[in-house]
């Protein structure tokens, strides 16, 4: 009798050892425990240790950290009708553990699946330029899809990222050929900007120099300056024209100021004695002519 009833006492000791054993749960930091009693839910536990009481109750733990979740290479067509592949990674995590166990089936996957037709969706709506320039904005666009459809599943998205867009060997030389295309333009634009800047400053220093002719000519000598301060055998020594001009004009007023030369009056000079002598022949036969001339007139 007495041996009938101290196995029946182990092994009501060994079930209640195995319910506390089954019953009692630790909980780390990062998760939760989302409780059904009799498959109804009942409550959300955790951290730490807490009390679950088998068959009746079960326990299912979540993890609160923020899961990095990377997303396949999706084949992605364009506005503009390119074909690409892109890729991404995401990052979320659990605010309520009770609608992730409850709403969803392996939220995990479900969230995996939503970020996939979202990435392709979204950049289907842009051109390559867009995708290739504004990742950002893409990134945000993507992010605030995923996290209000994920809202429900109390799934808090943090953050999307583009990694990689894969682009053919084509495409990739077109895109080179355009961004020549695109620097050269620039470097023709700001060519001509410092042209027109160039031309803005030799205008002002031309008016200035126009009011100020001293100016010129110290700017002159300082060109000759230079000119002689380099080590070769050629110097050039360029002459102004408003220089010369000056000086033609001096010598102009020197000689109206010195006034007629004698003898400016008796006609040009003799070159030799042979038109000397000719001349005073004709002197003399136009005196003796005039003295034939003068008897006649005093008798009339």
Do not use: C
């Not at 109804?40 to 979540?62: D, E």
């Not at 899961?67 to 074909?83: G, K």
């Not at 055998?233 to 100021?257: C, Q």
């Amino acid at each position: 009798m007495m041996y009938g009833f101290n196995i029946g006492l182990s092994v009501v000791v060994l079930v209640l050892l195995f319910v506390v054993v089954n019953a009692i749960k630790v909980l780390r930091e990062y998760q939760r425990g989302v409780i059904f009693t009799l498959g109804r839910y009942t409550s959300v536990k955790g951290p730490g240790l807490i009390f679950v009481i088998p068959i009746i109750q079960q326990m299912v733990r979540v993890d609160l950290r923020i899961v990095t979740m990377d997303v396949p290479s999706q084949d992605v067509i364009s506005r503009d009708n390119v074909s690409v592949k892109v890729n991404a990674v995401i990052y979320f995590r659990v605010m309520e553990p009770d609608k992730a166990i409850i709403e969803v089936e392996r939220y995990l996957d479900a969230t995996s699946q939503l970020a996939q037709t979202t990435l392709r969706a979204v950049l289907g709506k842009h051109e390559l330029d867009e995708m290739l320039s504004e990742r950002d904005k893409l990134n945000n666009d993507i992010q605030h899809i995923l996290d209000a459809q994920t809202d429900a599943w109390g799934i808090k998205v943090t953050a999307v990222e583009i990694k990689h867009i894969d682009l053919n060997e084509t495409m990739v030389r077109a895109i080179a050929r355009q961004a020549e295309a695109e620097r050269e333009r620039r470097a023709k634009v700001i060519h001509a900007e410092g042209e027109r800047q160039t031309a803005q400053a030799l205008m002002e220093a031309a008016e200035i120099l126009a009011t100020q002719p001293s100016a010129l000519q110290l700017r002159y000598l300082q060109t000759l300056t230079q000119v002689a301060g380099d080590k070769t055998s050629t110097v050039v020594f360029p002459v102004p024209v408003d220089l010369l001009t000056s000086l033609m004009g001096g010598g102009d007023a020197l000689s109206s100021s010195s006034g007629p030369t004698p003898g400016a009056g008796a006609g040009p000079a003799p070159h030799n004695a042979r038109e000397a002598a000719s001349a005073d022949t004709t002197d003399v036969q136009a005196t003796s002519t005039t003295g034939r001339l003068n008897p006649d007139a005093d008798l009339l």
